[in-house]
């Protein structure tokens, strides 16, 4: 492809360009420059000045947007389709960036490119920005296919249709969708949360690891011919590298035991697959989402499997940051480590103790759990794919387990296996309502934690105000100069929903009758809402809060210095009886320990300075070498 009318018939098979007609296709061919698209590298960066647009001719390019150190997808483009176009239509800076997912080829047209067709085909030009703001506003169409459930209708606008059947009727399908009758039901009949799939990408993608598998596998076995196999292998790679998730629109809350959810996926995959095949959308005698997509599979075993490889992968970005914070926690204490205080039990002054141990011990308690969600993480790795309806594998070929196992362990680089009783497997929800439980022990941890923060920084004057927690923003909208610690009350918040889905994760997996459990999507919703939400929680709480406190010296020793907890440090000395009067004195008086014992020489004050030391405080120590100390009598 490199002469202009090699160019120029590439460019007219893309759908950016649909009705250019030749004279304005030949004009651009010369103008463009072909690039190799090569995964991860980026078209443009957000911020960067406008210098070219592209028209994919293969592969695939997702547009993100940073902030905060995070990047989100927004939408993946792939052949046919332009990339920054916005080049056409104004000079401002790019809002997003644009990466490419999956290797391809475009054509590409540079700003002094442009320039020399603003001047010599002003025509062209006019074409292309109408062409520009005609694939925005599709884009922004597809953007409002997301809300769906939101108060939106179903999506995909426009007044073009096409007509589906399944059993109950036929219906009116949007022709842009993707998706077909049976999702356009699911839409209509659980508008429940507002959340559809497509809020969950690691679940879509893990949904089309499984039907690449089976394709591979029904391929191997003689049941899929290979150019089915080989277009419904293409879309699902596609779904994978993060294309046509607006067309994955059912509630994740649904009836059906995730039937919507399977059959979604079996639709998008079919008419992606035929478009591949340049079929017409909706020609299931072609492709069928049951016959072919769906062959040798039953939701009942597809869509408990793709929500263990999501579970999984998620698992694996949460432990990642646990382990951060945990981290962080330990650096504090590491930083804390020569600070001495008051320890605390049951809100009342107990014994000294340093900073850096109350910090190191959130740091460790944070890592077990690290060890314990790991734990839960190699019990999900069990899939019952190849059970089909209840487990005993009608209508899946022999040996179509085993190799469907083996392939989506290589497709979604997780080591699955295959149970070893697959009736059992269908119908048991054990590793679900076991992770749930490590995720509610971790929240529990976690809570407990934030509320140790916000209690040693309160005040900062009327209360502990031992350490000081970074000031994110102005905490009241009446009393000046308040600074409330916001990080960690969301987290707080946080760990309320996933202690509280347990409660339901318990319930939907009690509820499962005979075969099958009719409730795993709204327990497949509670753990991976869960998990984002923990995982993002550990994120703003290490790098909002835990990385910026700071702590106040002199405070924390003064309360050491004026609390009857170190008359504790004295009992090895003085015995329990002496030590108790002391301490009585004191509260009664308001007077320090130090002086009291001073007064009755019980000690030197040598002696004292010895035993009341911060490492003899906060640490084990042989208290032999006051052990001939003549106690006077009280």
């Given at each position: ?493 946080v760990c309320f929903e996933v202690i509280g889905g347990d409660v339901t994760v318990t319930m939907a997996a009690e509820a499962g009758q005979l075969q099958l459990n009719a409730f795993e999507p709204v327990i497949a919703y509670r753990l991976l809402r869960g998990i984002d939400m923990l995982r993002n929680a550990c994120l703003v709480l290490r790098e909002r809060c835990v990385t910026g406190i700071t702590a106040n010296a002199d405070r924390m020793r003064y309360f050491v210095e004026h609390s009857i907890g170190i008359v504790t440090a004295l009992v090895p000395v003085l015995g329990y009886e002496i030590a108790t009067d002391i301490a009585k004195t004191a509260l009664a008086s308001g007077r320090g320990v130090f002086d009291l014992v001073l007064e009755r020489k019980l000690l030197t004050r040598e002696q004292l300075d ?25």
């Open positions: 492809m490199t002469t202009p009318a090699e160019i120029a018939d590439a460019l007219r098979a893309t759908s950016f360009l649909e009705g250019f007609t030749d004279a304005h296709l030949w004009k651009l061919s010369r103008h463009v420059t072909p690039l190799t698209l090569v995964p991860d590298d980026t078209i443009f960066n957000e911020g960067e000045a406008r210098q070219r647009f592209a028209i994919l001719l293969s592969g695939a390019v997702a547009i993100e947007k940073s902030s905060d150190g995070r990047t989100t997808r927004l939408v993946t483009l792939g052949a046919g389709e332009a990339v920054g176009e916005g080049l056409l239509l104004d000079d401002s800076a790019h809002g997003t960036t644009a990466r490419v997912i999956m290797p391809g080829t475009a054509m590409v047209l540079a700003r002094d490119q442009l320039d020399d067709i603003t001047r010599e085909a002003p025509q062209l030009y006019a074409a292309l920005v109408a062409r520009a703001a005609r694939a925005i506003s599709a884009r922004l169409r597809r953007a409002d296919a997301t809300l769906v459930g939101r108060g939106r209708t179903l999506g995909f606008g426009g007044h073009r249709t096409r007509q589906e059947h399944d059993l109950l009727g036929e219906r009116d399908v949007p022709y842009e969708a993707l998706y077909g009758v049976q999702t356009l039901r699911a839409l209509e009949n659980f508008p429940i949360t507002g959340i559809p799939l497509r809020e969950f990408p690691v679940l879509i993608e893990s949904l089309a690891a499984v039907k690449e598998a089976a394709a591979q596998t029904n391929l191997e076995l003689g049941l899929l011919e290979q150019e089915h196999a080989d277009v419904i292998i293409r879309a699902a790679r596609e779904i994978r590298a993060g294309r046509h998730h607006e067309h994955f629109l059912v509630d994740m809350i649904q009836g059906g035991a995730g039937t919507s959810t399977n059959m979604n996926a079996n639709e998008v995959i079919a008419n992606r697959a035929l478009e591949l095949s340049n079929q017409q959308r909706g020609a299931y005698d072609v492709i069928s989402p049951n016959d072919h997509v769906n062959l040798s599979q039953s939701t009942n075993d597809v869509y408990p499997t793709a929500v263990r490889i999501a579970l999984h992968k998620s698992l694996s970005g949460f432990r990642i940051e646990l382990a951060r914070l945990a981290d962080a926690f330990g650096a504090k204490g590491v930083e804390f480590a020569p600070l001495i205080k008051m320890g605390r039990t049951q809100m009342q002054d107990a014994v000294p103790m340093t900073l850096g141990q109350e910090f190191m011990a959130f740091s460790h308690t944070l890592q077990e759990d690290v060890d314990r969600l790991g734990e839960a993480q190699s019990l999900i790795r069990e899939i019952n794919l190849g059970a089909t309806a209840i487990g005993t594998g009608i209508n899946a070929p022999p040996g179509y387990a085993a190799l469907a196992c083996k392939h989506l362990a290589v497709i979604a680089e997780v080591p699955v296996i295959t149970a070893f009783d697959l009736v059992e497997a269908t119908s048991d929800t054990g590793a679900f309502v076991q992770l749930s439980g490590v995720m509610k022990r971790t929240a529990t941890k976690l809570s407990k934690i934030c509320n140790d923060l916000r209690l040693l920084s309160s005040g900062p004057r009327a209360g502990f105000g031992e350490i000081n927690l970074p000031a994110m923003q102005p905490g009241s909208s009446i009393m000046p100069g308040k600074v409330n610690p916001v990080i960690p009350e969301v987290v707080n918040q010895e035993i009341l030391n911060p490492a003899a405080m906060t640490a084990p120590r042989d208290t032999q070498e006051f052990s001939t100390v003549t106690i006077p009598p009280a």
